[in-house]
């Protein structure tokens, strides 16, 4: 039987936190980078040294540089699963969720597409280029690749470049490859995954859902619905499916699902990186952000998310980092007084930060 029971917003946001392992149980720590991205599904990774420090914060132990070594090794990967946006994935998982995403994001872009002068003889003719300079594990960087689209008659100037890679990803034709130095390479994704998952639509629905709402929950379906890029329908459809294993409470007359016996976060203080699935991962981010405190979060509605202080699930103010060979720099900005043993545990969590970069602190 599942569970259903009332509870406040601000429980909502203590939930969330257990859910994302972000202050986990002691059954719900997790082994390595690798296993956390698997368990929340998707992880935004538009901003790759904060997507880094949203693995890293929920892997206890976890490294930049192991990071970095579960990307090259192909543990993880870093591709536009949904909502035209990166995300680090399970490889495996790649495959079926372009299956049930890739289409409809590729509609949405169209009227960009035709601004920028693309056709689908310009994809074709990208996507052919890309196969044959990439076959055999074979990876380029970023310029590299997009000279080989200019070699095979694709102008690449502008923002065309990066549609042309996008729409190869959703494709599946393309994923993020190891870095080469400090830069991004391209691989083919039949090279990186030789064994993806295949799913039914039906079984990829269900799935869909059981695992954002176990990594996510609780959320509602509509949260759902933005996050992975379905349509209502289908995001109500893999609810259905997944209903059976999970449990519902009421806040405010509106449904929502959680993994099935979650349990709240205790009191504590994290240090989040911007754009991390705790306040990307839904749609309505009410439960944890206060309507007056948003502008503070998003500044000039840019769409850039700053790193935010946490407090007992819920987002009191702002931190900035600067990293230099020796030193990380941090720089905070509370929206009020934060209590002395607040600001204590806020020191803990940005040495914690510190640790994981492998720099000296340094408090501007």
């Known amino acids: 039987m599942t569970r259903s029971y009332t509870v406040q917003r601000r429980e909502v946001a203590s939930l969330r936190l257990a859910a994302q392992s972000i ?3 002691p059954d719900r720590h997790t082994a390595d980078p690798a296993q956390t991205v698997r368990r929340l599904l998707a992880v ?6 904060g997507a880094k420090w949203s693995v890293g914060l929920r892997t206890p132990g976890a490294t930049d540089a192991a990071i970095d070594a579960s990307l090259a090794a192909g543990e993880i990967a870093r591709s536009w699963p949904m909502r035209g946006t990166l995300h680090f994935v399970a490889p495996e998982d790649l495959g079926w969720m372009l299956s049930l995403t890739a289409e409809r994001t590729i509609r949405s872009a169209a009227g960009r597409h035709r601004e920028l002068g693309l056709t689908e003889r310009d994809f074709g003719l990208a996507r052919d280029a890309a196969v044959e300079h990439l076959s055999g594990g074979r990876a380029l960087t970023r310029d590299e690749l997009l000279a080989r689209f200019v070699d095979a008659g694709v102008a690449v100037t502008g923002l065309r470049g990066i549609h042309l890679i996008q729409r190869l990803s959703q494709w599946r034709v393309l994923v993020y490859g190891p870095l080469a130095g400090k830069q991004h390479t391209f691989a083919l994704l039949d090279d990186r995954v030789p064994n993806p ?6 079984e990829a629905l269900g799935e869909f859902a059981a695992r954002y709402f176990a990594g996510h929950g609780p959320a509602t379906v509509r949260d759902f619905a933005w996050w992975s890029s379905l349509t209502l329908a289908d995001a109500r459809r893999g609810l259905e499916l997944a209903r059976p294993g999970l449990d519902e409470l009421d806040v405010d007359g509106t449904p929502l699902f959680l993994a ?3 349990v709240s976060a205790d009191r504590a203080v994290h240090a989040l990186p911007g754009f991390d699935e705790f306040l ?3 749609q309505d981010r009410s439960a944890p952000l206060a309507a007056d405190d948003a502008a503070r979060v998003v500044p000039g509605k840019n769409g ?3 790193p935010t202080i946490v407090v007992d699930g819920e987002v ?4 900035r980092r600067t990293v230099s060979a020796k030193t990380v720099t941090i720089e905070s900005a509370p929206f009020g007084t934060l209590s002395a043993r607040d600001a204590s545990a806020f020191d803990a969590a940005l040495e914690r930060f510190a640790a994981f970069v492998g720099r000296t602190l340094v408090r501007a």
């Open 23 to 25: 202050q986990p149980g």
């Open 44 to 49: 935004q990774a538009q901003d790759f040294a």
């Open 197 to 202: 998952r295949r799913l039914e639509r039906d």
């Open 260 to 262: 099935r016996d979650l």
């Open 280 to 282: 990307l991962g839904y």
């Open 304 to 306: 850039l998310f700053l």
């Open 316 to 319: 009191v103010g702002t931190w």
